[in-house]
């Protein structure tokens, strides 16, 4: 034990006298040991319900090793000789930790670790903000300034679909957001953490320089602003996950442990888009740059990083970077990514932007990916909580088509994120004569919106009958409605097919719709097959669903509560009965006088039978409103029931 605590303090003392600490990766050679078989039954304890449901809708890696938790032992022996850990990461087996050289020489030598590598940081370089005063005109459109980068890309089509982002979760990556602004009063805000001081204030903080929540607050307001006639983002109704992971200041720098921590974070929400309009190539002085080679999409931390989260279901953008007019002049990390969409910027005319970086890859691939408005993008102001300004660079085209992807998940929620690139570069201004400049050119949602109208179709979502004393409820949901002009329900009993009722389609819906209806033929046990179909304006009828159901048997004769009750114009009176019998069935005032015989001793049959009052006598006049009882007589029952007409 005293030996211990020597070697613990000479080490100390070596780490004490060295050179001023940096941060670096600490990356593992193993997790715990566990069978292969028994990696999902594992891992699953250490995953969040929000990220195995985005995983299982997107058909993604369900669960595998970068899903368990590090090997707490080998940390232990790291916090044992002071090393403390600053960030971790179970999809790099790897945490992150500020070491001397000393400390760093003896860190590599363990037999646990696999290999040691600097965190990188890069210079924060603000982009081009024009207007920063101006409060703008409404303009003629509900878009007001904002209609030209919104319009560019089609997002007014999708929005007359009803499409708007609702329910798709969006992560983004930034410097921090001023949320008081009032096109954000709206902003549904799942979470947000401040991975730079390590809490949950993603605003200004002490210390913070006074710009450092600039650039996310215009990122945030280009996507997700709403203030009609002066600013629409695309998907102003999804919802957010805000993450501070950079800092502005010149005295320090943004580190990429911070991005891959806030990945990790949005996966365990349920994230289904990340966001990141922060890119790394040139770094503070010292840390080693990367190359132009390393933009191969296989080498920086960050780009590792984003390709996981998109093996994991989540689909990633990032700007392509603003380094097109200057000597790096190519894509910079992570949007050198394969499986990373790459946004470049182009002027408010569809022409190229020169500052907006350029392609190939490092190792040949077309980039950027995508395009949309980079220069002079209408968004909030970071200074007023009233005013709105514009600025400019790739940092704003990459939340501009974020929102796009979100309106396709509204369309298509199971898309994956690969089918989710492909679908958008396949519609895209320049999918076929690509180039380093515009990569596969404008995402062209108005092209997307054409297609999806252009076919008939409905999608059901919920389709089902529920047996009732004297009815049979009939009821479905559709998600997607195209071309559809009526609703049929029709039934199938003893080899016969009769139609239930039609009701009117919704023409042209994106959005869940409910409907119901009663089918009152009903004499009880029966065996009925209800089909649900949908004729569209072509003519053409295509059967949709069926179901089976056995109608319930009257359990007694007697009376079910009209329905309604109070009624305005009719209601519906339903007899029960278990066997044949001769039946009375009376309205009578509030006085006792005999106004409506309904059955006068009539024989009726065992089952349900129907009646409807119109709140008219037996010589036809409209009686006046107030309450009427309902009187039922057979050999064997009494029943009396309240009813309340209101003309």
Same mark, same amino acid.
């Given at each position: ?16 006298? $060295? +050179? ?10 193993? +997790? ?10 594992? &891992? ?31 940390? !232990? ?30 860190? !590599? ?41 919104? *319009? ?57 320089? @006074? *710009? ?15 203030? =009609?006639?002066?600013?629409?983002? =695309?998907?102003?109704? $999804?919802?957010?996950?805000? /993450?501070?992971? #950079? ?39 010292? #840390?080693?740059?990367?190359?132009? /080679? ?20 989540? $689909?990633?953008?990032?700007? &392509? ?82 929102? /796009? &992807? ?27 004569? %690509? ?65 239930? /009722? ?23 046990? #029966? ?25 319930? *048997? %009257? ?13 305005? $114009? ?8 278990? !066997? ?43 009686? &006046? ?8 007589? *057979? ?9 309340? @007409?209101? +003309?």
């Amino acid at each position: 034990m005293n030996l211990r605590i020597i070697i613990i303090f000479i080490l100390f003392i070596s780490f004490a006298s $060295a +050179k001023q600490p940096m941060r670096y990766w600490i990356y593992f050679k193993d +997790k715990n040991q566990i069978d292969n078989s028994n990696i999902t039954q594992t &891992a699953v304890k250490y995953i969040t319900q929000q990220s195995i449901a985005r995983r299982l809708q997107k058909r993604a890696v369900i669960l595998d090793k970068t899903d368990l938790p590090l090997k707490q032992e080998y940390i !232990s022996k790291l916090n044992n000789v002071s090393i403390k850990v600053h960030r971790r990461s179970k999809w790099l087996n790897a945490i992150s930790a500020y070491l001397n050289s000393s400390q760093r020489e003896y860190v !590599s030598s363990l037999p646990f670790v696999k290999k040691v590598e600097k965190v990188r940081g890069f210079r924060f370089k603000k982009p081009i903000q024009e207007q920063n005063s101006t409060v703008f005109k409404n303009a003629n459109t509900d878009y007001g300034q904002s209609e030209n980068q919104n *319009s560019m890309i089609g997002i007014p089509a999708m929005h007359n679909l009803g499409l708007n982002g609702a329910g798709i979760r969006i992560a983004l990556f930034d410097t921090g957001f001023l949320l008081e602004h009032e096109a954000l009063q709206h902003l549904q805000v799942v979470a947000k953490y401040d991975f730079v001081q390590g809490n949950g204030n993603v605003a200004n903080e002490p210390g913070d320089a @006074l *710009s450092q929540h600039d650039h996310g607050t215009w990122v945030l307001g280009a996507i997700a602003g709403y203030k =009609p006639g002066t600013l629409i983002g =695309p998907a102003y109704a $999804a919802k957010y996950l805000l /993450a501070k992971t #950079e800092n502005v200041s010149s005295e320090t720098h943004v580190e990429e442990d911070n991005w891959v921590a806030a990945a990790e974070w949005a996966d365990s929400l349920g994230a289904d888009i990340i966001s990141t309009s922060l890119g790394y190539n040139i770094f503070d002085s010292g #840390e080693g740059d990367y190359s132009k /080679a390393d933009m191969d999409g296989n080498t920086t931390i960050i780009t590792k990083a984003a390709d996981l989260a998109v093996k994991k279901g989540m $689909a990633v953008f990032a700007a &392509a970077g603003n380094e097109g007019s200057n000597s790096w002049g190519i894509i910079i990390a992570p949007a050198d990514g394969d499986s990373v969409i790459a946004m470049g910027g182009v002027r408010a005319d569809k022409s190229y932007w020169p500052v907006s970086s350029r392609g190939p890859s490092a190792d040949g691939r077309t980039k950027p990916d995508l395009m949309a408005q980079g220069q002079y993008v209408f968004t909030i102001s970071s200074f007023s909580n009233s005013h709105y300004q514009t600025v400019s660079g790739t940092s704003l085209s990459t939340p501009l088509g974020s929102g /796009a &992807a979100a309106l396709l998940l509204n369309v298509f929620p199971g898309l994956t994120p690969i089918a989710l690139r492909d679908s958008l570069i396949r519609n895209a201004t320049k999918f076929n004569n %690509p180039d380093n400049q515009m990569g596969y050119g404008l995402i062209n949602l108005e092209k997307i919106a054409s297609r999806i109208t252009d076919s008939p179709s409905v999608k059901v979502s919920f389709f089902s009958v529920s047996p009732l004393q004297g009815s049979n409820l009939i009821q479905w949901s559709s998600v997607l409605e195209i071309q559809n002009e009526i609703w049929i329900v029709s039934r199938k009993e003893k080899g016969i097919i009769t139609e239930v /009722a039609n009701i009117k389609g919704a023409e042209l819906s994106l959005k869940e719709i409910n409907y119901q209806i009663s089918d009152l033929n009903i004499r009880g046990g #029966e065996n009925i097959v209800y089909f649900l179909s949908a004729k569209f304006n072509t003519g053409e009828i295509n059967l949709v669903d069926s179901i089976t159901v056995q109608s319930l *048997s %009257p359990v007694n004769t007697t009376l079910l509560q009209n329905f309604p009750n109070p009624f305005n $114009a009719t209601t519906r009176i339903t007899l029960s009965q278990v !066997s044949d019998e001769k039946i009375n069935l009376k309205i009578f005032d509030i006085n006792g006088r005999l106004v409506k015989t309904i059955l006068d001793n009539k024989s009726v049959q065992k089952g349900y039978s129907h009646f409807v009052w119109d709140g008219t006598n037996d010589e036809g006049r409209q009686l &006046a409103n107030g309450t009427y009882f309902l009187f039922l007589k *057979s050999a064997k029952v009494k029943k009396v029931f309240k009813m309340v @007409l209101l +003309k």
